[in-house]
């Protein structure tokens, strides 16, 4: 048999960050209680008319400029007929023949440029919350806004499917179109996976997965899919077309439908809206919001500054972040310290503020004053993290809390030569282990002297002490 190269196409769907759903004035608010946010045109009451949020037209722009997307002047909506229970007029209002735009692309750091085939506007559904005996629903998310990327067949692995929706996500949160949280529904992914025999053009038996919550999910549910594939190939089996749920915690697909259990979703022009156009000064008003697309800082900071790919990724996987070092590296000029702090101390008080950064108080400025403190040896890294801890959500003055707590490190050799008499006649065994060849004990010495200064000597300055006292 050929060798078989996997085909795959990505749907996702992104809530944009409005305050108001798409055709209505009814609140996005996340956590609201069931059935709160709704009204006569998102529940699809008979005689109401829906009215088109230009906000969603705008951030929508906006994200197929950053998607080098070709922006249609004129479009329309088109009802998407399906009955299920969530949604309660029987159809969604979407677009299919004229999309907001076509035929872009996104890099990804492998060089590929993954094809974009549209991107549409549409409302979204409703939730169904299924109990033992019964379903509940909660109409809350219909009318919802949302925007449906849909790239062109062309990952070839689940890691480039990866790659593609890692850079999707930043791409649409460095321009403030999604805050893409897939905890909360804002960020969705339908796969579509098949096989060929490597060299042929037309593709193969496609199957569709659903289902996958997580990016991981996305990637091991494809890995797994092409397996089965695969295996079917070889056994000389037929692949049917059918739609597959991604169990993760079998980790394995299962039929949910085939083709011809496929919905007909008979679309037509929305009658209740009128055809829309999108003038230029919309597009080069939010042309102004691309800016530095996500690949792209990510080439500038490993090529400028030096670090490593990993600590770039990390940095610029949020904007924030991002711009909090350069400013910082604009005051200390060495970007490899910088890091190194951002992130170890830094992200773990982050973490402690429960990952808030609008909680964080602390400027760049400050943060670098700590950084370059303890390269300087002025605060040692007990110290440095003390002072961090006290300014991260209040920015004090830095050499005020230093002064203040006296966190200044010691390292005059007189003052701690005699605490370090007192560390090693007070522990006879680490000092013998140490005589002995355990070079590992020397260390247990030094974190009893840094106990006894409570975290301010200078462990390099204690340690020459130790080694020259304990070889006389």
């Known amino acids: 048999m050929s060798k078989l190269e996997t085909v795959i196409g990505l749907e996702v769907h992104v809530q944009l960050k409005t305050k108001s759903k798409i055709f209505c004035s009814c609140s996005t608010a996340f956590q609201s209680g069931p059935n709160i946010n709704i009204c006569p045109v998102c529940c699809g009451y008979p005689g109401v008319l829906p ?6 037209l705008e951030l929508a722009t906006r994200v197929c400029l950053a998607l080098h997307c070709k922006i249609n002047k004129k479009i329309y909506f088109e009802r998407k007929n399906y009955f299920y229970p969530d949604l309660p007029k029987g159809y969604q209002i979407s677009q299919y023949k004229m999309p907001l735009a076509e035929a872009g692309f996104l890099e990804i750091p492998s060089g590929k440029k993954i094809p974009i085939n549209r991107v549409h506007l ?5 939730k169904s919350v299924h109990k033992e005996k019964y379903s509940l629903v909660d109409f809350n998310r219909t009318g919802i806004p949302l925007l ?3 790239s062109e067949p062309q990952i070839n692995t689940p890691e480039e499917a990866l790659d593609y929706l890692a850079y999707l996500k930043l791409t649409l949160q460095y321009i403030g179109a999604s805050d893409c949280d897939m905890e909360k529904g804002l960020l969705r992914c339908d796969a579509n996976i098949s096989l060929r025999e490597e060299g042929k053009r037309e593709l193969g038996t496609k199957v ?15 890995g797994y899919e092409a397996r089965r594939q695969e295996s079917v190939f070889k056994k000389g089996d037929r692949l049917f077309q059918e739609t597959r749920l991604w169990d993760a915690d079998k980790a394995r697909t299962s039929v949910m439908r085939t083709k011809e259990e496929a919905h007909d979703y008979r679309y037509f022009p929305e009658p209740d809206l009128l055809d829309f156009f999108v003038p230029q000064e919309l597009i080069d008003r939010q042309a102004k919001f691309v800016g530095e697309r996500p690949l792209e800082k990510r080439v500038r900071f490993i090529e400028k500054y030096q670090l490593p790919e990993r600590e770039v990724d990390v940095i610029i996987s949020n904007i924030w ?27 773990e008080q982050l973490n402690n503020l429960a990952g808030d950064v609008g909680r964080i108080k602390i400027s760049p400025a400050n943060f670098s004053k700590i950084v370059k403190y303890f390269s300087q040896g002025k605060l040692n890294n007990i110290t440095a993290k003390r002072v961090l801890c006290a300014v991260i959500a209040t920015d004090e003055d830095i050499d005020k809390v230093i002064e203040d707590q006296g966190l200044h490190q010691v390292s005059d ?5 005699g605490i370090v008499e007192e560390v090693i006649s007070s522990n006879p065994k680490p000092v013998n282990d140490y005589l002995e060849g355990k070079q590992s ?24 002490i130790l080694e020259g006292r304990l070889k006389k």
């Open 413 to 417: 050799q007189e003052q701690l030569s």
């Open 122 to 126: 549409e409302e979204d559904a409703g």
């Open 51 to 56: 009215v088109f949020n230009q906000k969603a």
């Open 208 to 222: 569709e997965l659903k289902n996958m919550n997580t990016f991981k999910g996305v990637r091991d549910a494809l």
């Open 441 to 464: 004990a020397i260390m247990f010495l030094v974190g009893q002297v840094m106990k006894k200064t409570k975290g301010k000597a200078n462990p390099k300055v204690v340690r020459e």
């Open 148 to 150: 449906e990327i849909v």
């Open 321 to 347: 972040l991002a711009d909090f070092f350069e400013e910082a590296v604009k005051v200390y000029s060495e970007p490899k310290e910088i890091s190194n702090w951002l992130l170890g101390p830094f992200l």
